[in-house]
């Protein structure tokens, strides 16, 4: 009986081991997600802030408004109307339309991540700073953009999109 009785404890006291060691994982695993902000760590897009930075310059593009939330483009693509009327009246819309940019001294970030719920609906959101400046040029002028902002991007389908009127950090 003895010998039964040791084997048996034996076996419960390797069980207990493995599972005190599937615990101790597990508990490394969590927190480690915990220190890292969980699973939410996004990178900014740059190529889509270079282009809303360059299309807001110079606010002749209608394509810019594709690049906010459906719910904010009429307003935007309203806006650019009246500044390409008013570009062509002052005689620079054409020039405004061959702008280049040159982004070496603007640098982006994203210094926030989270989900939030719109319309009932959860959403990705990312918080991303710009700064620096922008150098444009139109024609043979130069320009310096200061280009320190906070940008808002709601994650829409696949794409991320630029909203100014949904902030979960607010």
């Given at each position: 009986?003895?010998?039964?009785?040791?084997?048996?404890?034996?076996?419960?006291?390797?069980?207990?081991?493995?599972?005190?060691?599937?615990?101790?994982?597990?508990?490394?695993?969590?927190?480690?997600?915990?220190?890292?902000?969980?699973?939410?760590?996004?990178?900014?897009?740059?190529?889509?802030?270079?282009?809303?930075?360059?299309?807001?310059?110079?606010?002749?593009?209608?394509?810019?408004?594709?690049?906010?939330?459906e719910e904010e483009q009429n307003e935007i693509l309203q806006a650019i109307e009246k500044s390409i009327a008013a570009s062509k009246e002052e005689g620079t819309y054409d020039n405004l339309t061959r702008a280049s940019f040159d982004f070496s001294k603007m640098s982006i970030e994203t210094v926030g991540a989270k989900d939030a719920y719109v319309n009932d609906e959860i959403k990705d959101f990312l918080k991303v700073a710009t700064k620096g400046s922008v150098t444009m040029t139109v024609s043979d002028t130069t320009q310096k953009i200061p280009a320190d902002s906070v940008l808002i991007l709601e994650k829409d389908g696949s794409h991320w999109k630029i909203t100014e009127k949904i902030n979960p950090w607010s």
């Open positions: 009986m003895k010998t039964k009785d040791a084997t048996k404890l034996t076996m419960n006291t390797r069980s207990f081991t493995q599972t005190i060691r599937l615990a101790a994982t597990i508990a490394v695993v969590l927190l480690g997600l915990v220190a890292c902000g969980g699973s939410k760590q996004a990178k900014a897009p740059a190529d889509l802030i270079k282009n809303y930075v360059a299309k807001h310059a110079t606010m002749v593009d209608k394509s810019l408004a594709e690049l906010y939330v």
